[in-house]
């Protein structure tokens, strides 16, 4: 059985896996992460492997204590990936995105795909038939964009996530739901066509913290899985146990 760890820039995400089944997924905040940890090596005693993969401020010491009673793999550019990596500065691309292009690439053969990650940033990446990853975009995510219209300005109080009632806003709430939500929604759709335009056969993969409540927004038809990334890890770690 392994562990993988997801460590994002909000949360935490945590899942047991046994070949491809998942057993359970955790999710928790970075003050709680040896505590969680303990208590899932507790639950599930056959765990061997401890998988991490960081974009936060968690860095590979913090998981050092486990090296006695597990193996633990924290990835790294270093590692194999099954894609040919074409980005101009591959050493700066965040491995939850490489992550993400290794699971698409393994689990949807021969066709281009398009992975999008909508959690605290909103990530787009392509990986080709001839599984070249090529890039995407990085923009900000739901929450961001409503912390940052709170932040920057004097006015605009600090909302929560909720749909909004109409295209047109008819008060501050209102136009403040309108402008995040469905802004992000005409954003996404509109990647999605700009894509589409450019490249025929391929698979349109939705994940991150969002997924739910974006899915039944979107127009386009897409595969939406709020553990894609944590399936990915598993497959990432399994292909590097093969290639390696
Ligand atoms: N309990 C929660 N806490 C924070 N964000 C949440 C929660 N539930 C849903 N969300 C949504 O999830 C988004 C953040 O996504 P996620 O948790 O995947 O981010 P993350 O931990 O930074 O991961 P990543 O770095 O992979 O994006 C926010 O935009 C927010 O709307
Ligand atoms: C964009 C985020 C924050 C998304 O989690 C992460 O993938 C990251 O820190 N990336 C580094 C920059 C890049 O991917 O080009
Ligand atoms: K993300």
């Known amino acids: 059985m392994i562990l993988v760890i997801d460590v994002g820039n909000t949360r935490i995400k945590g899942a047991v896996f046994e070949g491809a089944i998942l057993f359970e997924v955790f999710v928790f905040s970075k003050?709680?992460?040896e505590k969680n940890i303990e208590n899932i090596l507790k639950k599930f005693e056959k765990i061997t492997d401890l998988i991490v993969s960081s974009v936060?401020?968690?860095?590979k010491q913090s998981f050092l204590a486990y090296d006695k009673v597990l193996n633990v793999h924290f990835l790294s550019h270093?590692?194999?990936?099954?894609?040919?990596n074409c980005y101009s500065t591959p050493k700066t691309l965040g491995?939850?995105?490489?992550?993400l292009a290794a699971g698409a690439t393994l689990q949807f053969p021969n066709q281009n795909r398009l992975v999008i990650d909508a959690g605290?940033?909103?990530?787009?990446?392509?990986i080709d038939q001839q599984n070249n990853y090529l890039g995407g975009?990085?923009?900000p995510g739901l929450r961001l964009?409503?912390?940052?219209?709170?932040?920057?300005?004097?006015?605009?109080?600090?909302?929560?996530l909720e749909s909004p009632k109409d295209l047109i806003g008819t008060s501050t709430?209102?136009?403040?739901h309108s402008g995040v939500v469905n802004g992000f929604v005409y954003e996404i759709d509109g990647f999605i066509e700009e894509y589409k335009a450019r490249y025929s056969n391929f698979i349109i993969i939705l994940t991150g913290g969002d997924t739910d409540f974006l899915a039944k927004r979107l127009k386009n038809t897409i595969f939406a899985n709020s553990n894609f990334l944590l399936e990915s890890l598993n497959q990432t770690f399994q292909y590097k146990i093969k290639n390696d």
Request: glycine share 2%; charged share 25%.
């Open 145 to 160: 964009r409503y912390e940052a219209l709170h932040n920057f300005t004097a006015k605009l109080p600090l909302l929560s």
């Open 120 to 126: 605290t940033c909103v990530t787009y990446d392509f």
């Open 56 to 59: 936060g401020d968690v860095e």
């Open 95 to 99: 491995i939850d995105r490489m992550v």
């Open 31 to 33: 003050i709680e992460l």
């Open 78 to 84: 270093e590692d194999p990936f099954p894609f040919h």
């Open 137 to 139: 975009a990085i923009a």
């Open 173 to 176: 709430s209102e136009s403040i």
